[in-house]
C-alpha cells in the first residue's frame, strides 16, 4: 500500500486564508481562486484545509510523480516536474489526478472515467442489479461512467419469470437514472452514459426516454450509429433493427424507415440538446484497444463527455496540455508557436500520464484493501472487490493514457488566426498531428526503458488505420514501435476542461471562447457610499453590473495599450471586439459546418475521441442539425453533440442590452379540486433519512404535495418501481376530506394507500396544505420554491422536511428558468439556473442539487 508522509500537512488553513493567498496567487481572479480551494485543496473528512495556493498543490503532485520516477531510468525530478506543472502553465493534470495524487484523506481513484458491462448478451435481472451496483460503487468515489444497454432485450420479448415479457429498455434507463441521482451527495452529482445501438429494436424508446420531463434525469444519453443506418439515411433507404444486435440469426427483426427515425433523432437534439451522436462503425474502426477486443478490449460505449470509448472495466484519466502557453509574443505581429519546446513537454505529458497509471494502481491496492477490511460479509462485499480487480488488471495490461489540450481558441487569437476559418483549422490540425507523433514517440521511448504494455502485438495492430497514419507520417517512429512496442494501449484525447480552464485562464478544450466580454451581477447595499445600482430585482435587492473581460481578450488589450479599467459603454465595447482578433470567433459566431470539419480533421490525429459541442443560434432549423449531423459522419467524427440556444439551459448575460421581456400573468390552475389526479411520486435522501412526496398534477404542473418520511413507522412504504399513480380525493364517515393513492401493481391489478394526509406527521400536513394553496393558485414553481427554502422553522426535523419538498418541486421547474435573487455557494456569482432540478452555477459551472 502507498505510504505518503504527512510531517508537511500540519499547517491547516482557514477558508478565508486559503482563499485569500489564492486569491493572490491568481491576480485577483475571485472565481479560479474559489474553485480552487473548494474542488482541489487537499482537505480531510472534517474540513480542514492543508493547502493554501496551487503553489502547495503541485509540490505535492511533483513530489509523488517524482517519487513514482524513481523506479526507472533517466528519471525526472521532483524540480522538473513541478516545474512543468507550476501555475497551470504547461501540464495540467485534470480533476482527480489534481485531487487525489499525493492525497492521503482520500480512498479514491485517480481516473476519470469508467466504463463497465455485462460480457456477452446477459440481460438478465442478477446482471442488471450488479451494473447498478458497480455504478453506485464507481460513483461513490467520484468517477464518471458509462454503460450500453443493447444487449437487453426489447421490449414484448419473452423471458422465463413471472412477467413472462420483457419491459425493454427504458425502465432500467430510469433505475440507473435514479441511482445516478441517489448516490449525489453535498451538492454533487454522479455523472452516467447510457448507450444503446440504432439498431435495437428499442432504439426509438430509448431517443425518446429523456423527451417526458422528469424521466431519466441523471444520465446523458447517446445512440451508437453503424454506418449502414447512415447508408439508408442518405439513400433514404429501410434499415432492419435486430436483437441480439448485427446478429446473423436474430430472435427479433423489425424493419423501419431509417430517415423517419432519423428525424426524431434530429428532432429531439434540436429540442434538448440529447441524444448525442455516436459513430459506432467510426469509433470501432479506428480504435488501436479495439484490435485486442478478443482479449476484453472491445470497446462498448463511451464516458459521460463522450471523448473516451471504453471496453467494460476499463478507466481513463485525464491531462492536458495549456497550448497558449507556447505562443511566443502572442498578439503581434512578431506571434509565433515553439513547436520545439511543444514537441519536447508533450513527450514529458505522456511520462507523468504513465506515471499516473503506477499511482493508480497503487490507489485501487488501497480501494481494495479498505473493501477487505471492512466489516461487512464477503457475499456483501464481492461485485465491489470483483469490480476493482477487473478495473487493476485493465490498467495493469493496457496503462491507457488521456492525454489532451486546453486553450484551443486562445492559441488560434494569440497567432493571429480567427477560429473556423480555413487557415486557422490547418494550424490545429498540424498541432495535434505533432501530438500524436510526440506523444507515441514517447510511449515507443518508454516501452525501450520500462516494457511494452503487456498484451501488445504489433501484428494485431497492422491494419488500424490509426497507426497506419503514424507509419505514413512517421516511418521511423513506426518501426521502431514494431521493434521495442509501446508503453499504453491508447493515448490521446480532447475533453472539456471546465474548472481547468478556470484554472489556467483560457479558453476551454477545443473550444472557441464563448465571449470575449460579458456581464456578471452583485448585490449591494444601496445605502454604502460610492455604489452603483444598475437594478432592483422583485424582491427589493440592489445589483449592480459590471462588465468582466476574458483574460486572454484582456492580455490582447493590455499588449495593444488599451485601458482595462475604464468602465466602456456597450458601444465602445462591442468596436473593442470589433478590432480584437475574437471578433466572430465566439461559440455562436462560429461557421458550423467548419467546425465539424475541423472535428473531423483533427479527430484523425486522436486514438481516443473529442468532447466537443456545435452551438447553434435558438432560430436554427432541424434541418441544419440534421445537415450538420450527416457532415459530422462523412468527415469522420466519432460523435458530435448540438446545442441549439435556449433548448436546455441559461448561458451567460451577453453584452448586447436586453429588451425588457413582456409579462403575462400566470394562469390560476383551478381552484375546484377534481376528484382524481394524475400523481408522481418522487423519492429523495436527506443526509441517512428516506423521504417520499405524492405530487398531484394538472397538466403536468404539480397542484398539491403529501411528504414524508418513507421508511417510518408512521410513513409510508409501496414498492420501489412504483413512479406514478393517481390521488383520489374522498370522504371519511365524519363528512372529512381524505386523500387516498392508487397505483397499479406488476400484474395490472389497483392497490390503494389509504389516507396520504394521515400517514405523515400532523405538522408536514399542514404545511403542505399552505403550499399546496400556492400550487394551486398559479405561484411560478421556482417562486414557490424559494418561498419553502425562505421558511424560518425551529425544528430540526420539520427543517429536513422543507429541504425535501423543495427538492422534490425542483423537478418540476423548466430547465433554464434563472433562480432570481440566488448566489451561487461556490463563485458568489448570481447566473444561477436550474437544471435537471438542481441549480447550476453558469459561470463556474458548479451545481447543487440539495
Known amino acids: 500500500m502507498q505510504k505518503i508522509e504527512t510531517s508537511n500537512l500540519k499547517k491547516i488553513y482557514t477558508q478565508e486564508e486559503a482563499i485569500k493567498a489564492s486569491l493572490e496567487y491568481f491576480k485577483g481572479d475571485d472565481l479560479a481562486a474559489t474553485v480552487w480551494v473548494n474542488k482541489y485543496a487537499l482537505k480531510d473528512s472534517q474540513g480542514n484545509i492543508y493547502e493554501a495556493t496551487p503553489n502547495d498543490m503541485h509540490r505535492r503532485i511533483a513530489k509523488e510523480i517524482a517519487r513514482i520516477e524513481e523506479k526507472y531510468v533517466n528519471s525526472m525530478t521532483e524540480e522538473e516536474v513541478f516545474d512543468l506543472i507550476k501555475d497551470f502553465k504547461y501540464i495540467v493534470p485534470q480533476g482527480s489526478p489534481m485531487a487525489g495524487i499525493g492525497n492521503p484523506y482520500q480512498v479514491g481513484s485517480l481516473s476519470n472515467c469508467f466504463v463497465i458491462g455485462n460480457d456477452g448478451n446477459s440481460d438478465s435481472y442478477g446482471g442488471v442489479m450488479k451494473i447498478d451496483q458497480e455504478q453506485v460503487q464507481l460513483m461513490k468515489r467520484r468517477g464518471g461512467v458509462g454503460h450500453d444497454l443493447s444487449h437487453i432485450r426489447p421490449k414484448g420479448s419473452e423471458v422465463k419469470n413471472s412477467a413472462l415479457t420483457s419491459t425493454g ?3 432500467f434507463m430510469e433505475r440507473y437514472s435514479n441511482s ?3 448516490v449525489a451527495q453535498d451538492g454533487r452529482r454522479g455523472a452516467l452514459m447510457l448507450s444503446v445501438s440504432i439498431n435495437h429494436p428499442d432504439a426509438e424508446d430509448f431517443i425518446d426516454a429523456k423527451m417526458e420531463q422528469g424521466k431519466v434525469t441523471g444520465a446523458n444519453v447517446s445512440v451508437r450509429i453503424d454506418d449502414d443506418f447512415m447508408k439508408a439515411v442518405d439513400g433514404k433507404l429501410n434499415y432492419t433493427q435486430k436483437y441480439p444486435i448485427h446478429s446473423q440469426t436474430p430472435k427479433v427483426e423489425k424493419e423501419i424507415e431509417a430517415s423517419k427515425l432519423w428525424d426524431k433523432i434530429v428532432h429531439n437534439a434540436w429540442k434538448s440538446a440529447e441524444p448525442g451522436i455516436l459513430f459506432w462503425d467510426t469509433i470501432s474502426r479506428e480504435s488501436v484497444p479495439d484490435c485486442y477486443a478478443d482479449l476484453g478490449y472491445k470497446t462498448v460505449s463511451t464516458n459521460p463527455c463522450g471523448e473516451i470509448p471504453l471496453c467494460p472495466y476499463d478507466s481513463c484519466r485525464l491531462l492536458a496540455i495549456n497550448l497558449y502557453s507556447y505562443v511566443e509574443n502572442p498578439f503581434t505581429d512578431k506571434a509565433s508557436f515553439n513547436f520545439d519546446l511543444f514537441k519536447k513537454h508533450v513527450g514529458l505529458a505522456q511520462r507523468i500520464m504513465d506515471d499516473i497509471i503506477d499511482l493508480e494502481l497503487e490507489k485501487i491496492d488501497n480501494i481494495l484493501a479498505k473493501i477487505d477490511a471492512d466489516p461487512e460479509g464477503d457475499d456483501v462485499k464481492l461485485v465491489e472487490k470483483n469490480l476493482w480487480l477487473n478495473i487493476r488488471k485493465k490498467a495493469y495490461e493496457g496503462r491507457r493514457t488521456g492525454v489532451g489540450i486546453t ?5 488560434l487569437a494569440a497567432l493571429g488566426y480567427r477560429y473556423g476559418t480555413e487557415e486557422a483549422n490547418e494550424f490545429s490540425v498540424n498541432v495535434h498531428k505533432t501530438i500524436a507523433l510526440a506523444a507515441y514517440r514517447a510511449s515507443v521511448e518508454m516501452a525501450k526503458e520500462r516494457g511494452a504494455f503487456s498484451i501488445f502485438d504489433a501484428d494485431r495492430e497492422k491494419d488500424n488505420p490509426f497507426i497506419l497514419r503514424l507509419k505514413e507520417a512517421d516511418d521511423k517512429l ?14 490521446l484525447t480532447i475533453a472539456p476542461t471546465g474548472t481547468t480552464s478556470l484554472m489556467t485562464q483560457t479558453t476551454s478544450g477545443i473550444e472557441p471562447v464563448f465571449l470575449p466580454v460579458y456581464k456578471r451581477r452583485r448585490k449591494v447595499n444601496p445605502n454604502d457610499k460610492n455604489v452603483r445600482v444598475d437594478f432592483i430585482d422583485e424582491v427589493g435587492d440592489s445589483w449592480e453590473e459590471y462588465v468582466v473581460f476574458h483574460h486572454r481578450f484582456k492580455e490582447w488589450m493590455q499588449i495593444n495599450g488599451i485601458d482595462t479599467s475604464k468602465n466602456y459603454s456597450q458601444e465602445e465595447i462591442d468596436e473593442l471586439i470589433q478590432k480584437s482578433p475574437y471578433y466572430k470567433a465566439t461559440s ?6 467548419s467546425k465539424v470539419q475541423l472535428q473531423g480533421a483533427v479527430q484523425k490525429w486522436i486514438d481516443h475521441s473529442i468532447s466537443v459541442t456545435i452551438n447553434l443560434p435558438n432560430d436554427a432549423t432541424e434541418e441544419l442539425v440534421g445537415q450538420l449531423y450527416l457532415e459530422a459522419w462523412k468527415v469522420g467524427c466519432k460523435g458530435v453533440t448540438v446545442y441549439r440556444d435556449g433548448s436546455r439551459s441559461g448561458v451567460l448575460i451577453s453584452n448586447e442590452e436586453k429588451k425588457e421581456e413582456e409579462t403575462t400573468e400566470k394562469k390560476v390552475l383551478t381552484t375546484k379540486r377534481p376528484q382524481v389526479l394524475e400523481a408522481d411520486v418522487v423519492r429523495f435522501q436527506n443526509s441517512k433519512e428516506k423521504w417520499i412526496a405524492f ?5 403536468g404542473e404539480p397542484y398539491e404535495i403529501f411528504t414524508g418520511l418513507a421508511d417510518d413507522e408512521d410513513g409510508i412504504l409501496i414498492p420501489r418501481w412504483v413512479e406514478d399513480g393517481v390521488i383520489i380525493k374522498n ?5 372529512t376530506s381524505r386523500y387516498d393513492f392508487q397505483y397499479k401493481n406488476k400484474r395490472g391489478y389497483k392497490t390503494t394507500i389509504e389516507g396520504l394526509s394521515h400517514k405523515f406527521n400532523p405538522e408536514f400536513w399542514n404545511y403542505a396544505k399552505l403550499i399546496s394553496s400556492t400550487l394551486r393558485h398559479g405561484m411560478e414553481i421556482e417562486r414557490v420554491v424559494n418561498l419553502i427554502n425562505s421558511l424560518q422553522l425551529d425544528s430540526e426535523s420539520i427543517n429536513t422536511w422543507k429541504n425535501g419538498v423543495a427538492r422534490a418541486l425542483k423537478r418540476y421547474v423548466q430547465d433554464g428558468t434563472a433562480a432570481k435573487g ?5 463563485c458568489e456569482g448570481d447566473n444561477l439556473v436550474y437544471q435537471e432540478g438542481c441549480l447550476t452555477c453558469k459561470d463556474c459551472g458548479s451545481s447543487k442539487c440539495g
Do not use: F
Request: with cysteine; charged share 35%; aromatic share 8%.
Open 478 to 491: 513506426y518501426y521502431e514501435m514494431l521493434e521495442y512496442g509501446r508503453r499504453n494501449i491508447a493515448l
Open 731 to 735: 370522504r371519511n364517515e365524519d363528512g
Open 180 to 182: 445516478t441521482r441517489e
Open 169 to 171: 429498455i427504458v425502465p
Open 588 to 593: 455562436n459566431d462560429v461557421d458550423w459546418l
Open 822 to 826: 440566488q448566489k451561487c455557494s461556490n
Open 407 to 411: 486553450a484551443e481558441g486562445d492559441m
Open 695 to 699: 405530487i398531484g398534477l394538472i397538466d
